[in-house]
């Protein structure tokens, strides 16, 4: 028995180290215990019989300067979490390859087409502003009503950190193009605090009742209904549009397991990676899935706003003193 059990020991150890190993850059809420990593990782080794490392930083704003930094040093594979704003600067950065992937548009149920070769999208929503409707009985119903006519305390997040804050500055931009300085001036005045991250917005001061608005999503109160079976969140429909954000993965050039990783990017799309993203990180998936989760199924799905990648990569800095000086 005893050299059954350390055959079986070696066996396993000899397995751990000659598996295959993808190492993958993401924000700390997709690894959390309650995020998709955990779940996504455990199907892919047993599936692939490879194993997964996943490497979180704190943000998606943080992961594209953290691998340009790291440059042919980096232990990273692919790199997930990125989103729109970010599209043109990593093409540009020429640090990710081809994924030579064909007919994805066949597999993708997006509001619009996918035309990036090298990168594959996993889940989208769109950004929005978040009330209790038990508390704020008259929300607004346009950008134009929480500038203009809200008397409310708002809490947002910085765009230097946030992929949410970079969110807010482009749809102002979106929306009132170069007259958006002072439209934020006007906002500035309801905003109560800029946080680093959106969990700090959200939860110690929206949900703390320190604040009456917060900018999220229009999927965050799903995660209410699913999880808690309250109905009292609510998210704000602009009639001028939602700005769209859009996340993607991609393989890294100095890679040195390109085939695993793009088998990780066709897997992304497979119906058991989309089905976990909904009651996870709380977004919509990217192709059509067997069962939407029924707190999904209610949600109002805003006409979607985007600026060109290319537009935002080029005057992003300019676009951010804009809103630093907008007192």
């Not at 970010?86 to 509001?111: G, Q, W």
């Amino acid at each position: 028995m005893k050299i059954i059990t350390i055959t079986l020991i070696t066996l396993l150890i000899s397995y751990k180290i000659n598996a295959q190993k993808l190492t993958i850059y993401t924000y700390d809420s997709f690894v959390s215990e309650w995020g998709p990593g955990p779940i996504i990782e455990k199907i892919f080794e047993e599936r692939f019989k490879a194993e997964l490392n996943f490497v979180s930083v704190d943000s998606a704003a943080t992961l594209l300067n953290k691998v340009i930094l790291e440059g042919k040093s980096t232990q990273a594979d692919i790199v997930l979490g990125l989103d729109m704003n970010l599209l043109d600067a990593a093409n540009k950065s020429e640090i990710f390859t081809l994924h030579n992937l064909e007919n994805i548009n066949n597999l993708l149920e997006l509001p619009l087409k996918w035309e990036n070769k090298k990168f594959i999208p996993y889940n989208y929503g769109y950004f929005a502003f978040v009330y209790n409707n038990k508390n704020f009985s008259n929300p607004p119903k346009s950008m134009y009503e929480l500038i203009n006519k809200t008397n409310a305390k708002i809490v947002i997040q910085d765009p230097r950190t946030s992929t949410p804050g970079l969110g807010l500055l482009t749809w102002m931009k979106a929306i009132y193009g170069e007259n958006a300085a002072d439209e934020w001036k006007k906002l500035n005045k309801k905003i109560i605090s800029v946080t680093k991250g959106w969990t700090d917005s959200y939860y110690n001061f929206f949900l703390s009742g320190e604040a009456d608005i917060v900018l999220s999503y229009t999927t965050s109160p799903a995660a209410h209904i699913m999880f808690e079976e309250n109905y009292d969140i609510s998210a704000a429909i602009f009639e001028e549009g939602n700005y769209i954000s859009i996340e993607f993965a991609g393989i890294l050039e100095t890679s040195k397991n390109k085939d695993l990783a793009k088998q990780f990017l066709e897997f992304m799309l497979s119906n058991e990676f989309q089905s976990v993203i909904p009651s996870t990180n709380i977004m919509y998936p990217v192709t059509k899935i067997k069962d939407l989760p029924d707190a999904f199924k209610n949600l109002e799905i805003p006409k979607y706003l985007q600026l060109h990648p290319e537009e935002i990569n080029n005057k992003k800095e300019k676009w951010i003193d804009e809103w630093l000086n907008a007192s």
